[in-house]
């Protein structure tokens, strides 16, 4: 592989997406009588999808959502207890391989950027709490869309001046990350985290089950 930067989508690649918002939602869902072999996160991936249209934080989306979540399972939930939620989003956990693969990549020499439909504090208290080592990020607050809009990758090639050809982007999401890397002609890896099936009208580059196993192969 002969690329010089590599872009990341943060939650669900470096951070547990799916663990922490069963644990956080769906622990507060279950607080308040939801079944405890109900999960969640089906259900919020599709309603949060119908909620990045028009530009607005990520904070207001997370919020909205898991009122609507709420709502799918005739649960009342509280404004205080749905923006506690938005805002648990930076507590949520690496998964195991991230810290580590993120450093050995840079000492490789590898410029690390992360690309996240997530506002841009809430980002900056993840990478800090977390350890991530990285060069730079780009944000749906900086560029006022959402992935799979292609504006974050817009505004990582003018940013850091690199071409396609040198750069690839490692995701999980098929939807917000694989399928737009498809329509620009870039090089992607999907990172299959929790073992999902491919949609057969996608074609990721690569595909790893993690990390440690891109970093390998990173060669």
């Known amino acids: 592989m002969k690329f010089t930067h590599l872009t990341f989508d943060c939650y669900g690649t470096l951070i547990d997406w799916r663990n922490g918002l069963e644990s956080?939602?769906?622990?507060?869902?279950?607080?308040k009588g939801l079944p405890?072999?109900?999960?969640?996160?089906s259900i919020y991936v599709k309603l949060e999808a119908e909620q990045e249209g028009k530009y607005r934080p990520y904070k207001e989306i997370m919020h909205d959502t898991a009122v609507s979540v709420a709502d799918h399972f005739h649960i009342s939930?509280?404004?205080?207890?749905?923006?506690?939620?938005?805002?648990?989003?930076?507590?949520?956990?690496p998964f195991p391989d991230t810290v580590a693969s993120l450093r050995k990549m840079g000492e490789?020499?590898?410029k690390r950027v992360i690309l996240s439909n997530i506002d841009r504090d809430l980002l900056e208290k993840t990478v800090?709490?977390?350890?991530l080592a990285i060069d730079g990020h780009v944000t749906a607050e900086d560029v006022g869309s959402y992935k799979p809009s292609t504006a974050h990758w817009m505004r990582f090639f003018e940013k850091y001046k690199v071409s396609k050809d040198k750069t690839l982007h490692v995701a999980q999401s098929i939807y917000h990350d694989i399928?737009?890397?498809?329509?620009?002609?870039?090089?992607c890896a999907w990172i299959n985290r929790y073992g999902d099936v491919k949609p057969p009208e996608v074609n990721p580059t690569f595909t790893y089950p993690?990390?440690?196993?891109?970093?390998?192969?990173?060669n």
């Open 24 to 31: 956080n939602l769906g622990g507060l869902l279950k607080r």
């Open 36 to 41: 405890r072999d109900e999960r969640v996160y």
């Open 77 to 93: 939930i509280t404004d205080e207890e749905a923006t506690q939620f938005a805002e648990s989003i930076s507590t949520w956990p």
């Open 108 to 110: 490789r020499g590898f």
């Open 128 to 131: 800090t709490q977390k350890s």
């Open 179 to 187: 399928f737009p890397c498809n329509e620009l002609g870039l090089a």
């Open 210 to 218: 993690n990390l440690s196993d891109l970093l390998t192969a990173l």
